[in-house]
Nanobody, 121 residues
Framework: QVQLVESGGGLVQAGESLRLSCAAS????????MGWYRQAPGKQRELVAS???????NYGDSVKGRFTISRDISKNTVYLQMNSLKPEDTAVYFCNAVIRRAATYRYSDYWGQGTQVTVSP
């Protein structure tokens, strides 16, 4: 019943910006953390940015200074502002959340379906 829905991906030129959104919905008791990962063809999935329930953030080295993660607790939504995009940022971006569902004690990882970000030179 929990689902994550990403939006905001697309095709842009190098140097431009995009903002990704990920909204969690369903039977949610608590969200421990949310984040963004990406996977380019032939490469391993890597952390882009994450934010904990306490507001602590972490960024992958390749995006520090360019990307910013934020959240809207009231909307169960996390955002990724991506500035100064480079062709190397081209990948499928996946939203991730660690969620405890209502009526359970277990925290589990949930993933969105992914949204394509393509940066042309």
């Amino acid at each position: 019943q929990v689902q994550l829905v990403e939006s905001g991906g697309g095709l842009v030129q190098a140097g431009e910006s995009l903002r990704l959104s990920c909204a969690a919905s369903g039977s949610i008791f608590s969200i421990g953390a949310m984040g963004w990962y990406r996977q380019a063809p032939g490469k391993q999935r890597e952390l882009v940015a994450s934010i904990t329930s306490g507001g602590n953030t972490n960024y992958g080295d390749s995006v520090k200074g360019r990307f910013t993660i934020s959240r809207d607790i009231s909307k169960n939504t996390v955002y990724l502002q991506m500035n100064s995009l480079k062709p190397e940022d081209t990948a499928v971006y996946f939203c991730n959340a660690v969620i405890r569902r209502a009526a359970t004690y277990r925290y589990s990882d949930y993933w969105g379906q992914g949204t394509q970000v393509t940066v042309s030179p």
